[in-house]
């Protein structure tokens, strides 16, 4: 099973998302989350820290694991994206890398209505931020 790891950021302006660039292989120019794969015998948190310090120059503070979704898409081998919620980190989120062409804050409400987003199940995910915010 492949596992990855993405961070939810989640702040006064809304939801960071990030637009995949186009040349990669899943989910072209698609926005999601930012994160990555978890390598053979690290954890899932180390994974996290470690992907969003790559791809954003951040280092997450406070997180916890949100939520599950596995990729309907996945053709030989089965993966799981886990789903943090990152309320606190060091840093402005930066792309420093060329998996993403840009860094958006969304309203939720914004980002449920995106057409391009990578998978629709993020919608499940808008939905549960929604009820938190009651």
């Not at 998302?17 to 053979?40: M, Q, T």
């Not at 939520?67 to 930066?94: F, N, S």
Request: net charge negative; proline share 7%.
């Amino acid at each position: 099973m492949v596992q990855i790891v993405n961070a939810v950021f989640v702040g006064p302006e809304g939801v960071l998302l990030a637009r995949r660039s186009p040349h990669r292989k899943n989910y072209p120019d698609r926005w999601s989350f930012p994160g990555g794969h978890v390598e053979e015998d690290e954890s899932l948190d180390d994974a996290l820290v470690r992907e969003i310090g790559e791809e954003l120059a951040v280092s997450p503070l406070a997180f916890e694991p949100f939520m599950q979704i596995p990729d309907p898409h996945a053709a030989a081998k089965p993966i799981t994206y886990h789903m943090y919620l990152v309320r606190a980190w060091r840093g402005t989120p930066k792309i420093v890398d060329a998996e993403h062409t840009e860094l958006r804050w969304f309203s939720v409400d914004q980002a449920c209505r995106l057409d391009n987003l990578a998978l629709e199940e993020y919608v499940s995910l808008f939905d549960k931020l929604r009820e938190m915010a009651r």
